[in-house]
């Protein structure tokens, strides 16, 4: 089934009537189905406790889902927090997952320092957590992830936590950055603006047990449109009930 679905269609990834509930049976995704396809940046947005984070770790395995199937390329899951052990340089924290997996480390340090090289940051490779700013500990947590190889990555509010201007230079460094990498995204914040200004297609997380989206299309010639902008927001929190 997966063979065939991947020869047949451009698209990377199809979630196809998933529900999820805790153990109290507090039901909180029901039947939703979506799909992603290749080299798609695609964003989930809604307010907290949605679903929206459920819905990537049940595609990345770290929970499970209930019911329905999940059929997709290979992927990589980075959350919110950068977890780099202070005790690791950072060229020592992107390998970590290469060791824990067994890969060939020689290997994967040419490639670790080749993405290092390619990125600018081959400055930063014998440097330690705590010598990094919150964005650069971001980068490192990204460059860890790409480094799975993975098709599709799964980005869990990975810039949340940083101040707007670090913020706003993280997201046009992402954009630059993917376009040298074959990559499909998904892509989980409760920040309207950045999700218009990084993504190809938008989903919005609306009812409680979460069933459907409301989706929205980005043209790539309106991402600094103000005007379209601003339609866009206005539209979005109404869907999630912050613009009555």
């Excluded at 609306?206 to 539209?235: A, H, M, T, W």
Aim: hydrophobic share 40%; charged share 30%.
């Amino acid at each position: 089934m997966k063979e065939e679905f991947f020869k047949t269609s451009e698209t990377v990834l199809k979630v196809e009537n998933i529900s999820f509930f805790y153990e109290k049976k507090d039901l909180l995704i029901k039947d939703l189905s979506f799909s992603l396809k290749k080299n798609e940046f695609l964003s989930i947005v809604g307010s907290s406790g949605c679903g929206k984070s459920t819905i990537i770790k049940l595609i990345s395995g770290i929970k499970k889902m209930n019911s329905g199937y999940i059929v997709g390329k290979k992927t990589a899951y980075m959350p919110q927090k950068d977890l780099l052990l202070p005790w690791r340089n950072v060229l020592e924290n992107i390998l970590l997952p290469s060791e824990l997996s067994k890969k060939n480390l020689n290997e994967e340090k040419k490639k670790a320092i080749d993405y290092l090289k390619k990125l600018n940051l081959e400055k930063y490779e014998e440097k330690y957590p705590y010598e990094l700013s919150g964005g650069m500990k971001q980068r490192v947590s990204f460059i860890r992830t790409l480094l799975t190889d993975a098709d599709i990555l799964l980005l869990d509010e990975p810039f949340s936590a940083l101040d707007a201007i670090t913020k706003e230079n993280l997201q046009k460094w992402l954009l630059e950055v993917l376009k040298d990498f074959d990559k499909s995204i998904i892509f989980i914040t409760h920040d309207i603006n950045e999700a218009i200004f990084l993504s190809d297609r938008i989903l919005v997380c609306q009812n409680r047990p979460l069933n459907s989206f409301k989706e929205y299309i980005i043209p790539k010639e309106k991402k600094l449109d103000l005007e379209f902008i601003k339609e866009v927001k206005e539209k979005i929190l109404i869907d999630i009930g912050g613009g009555k």
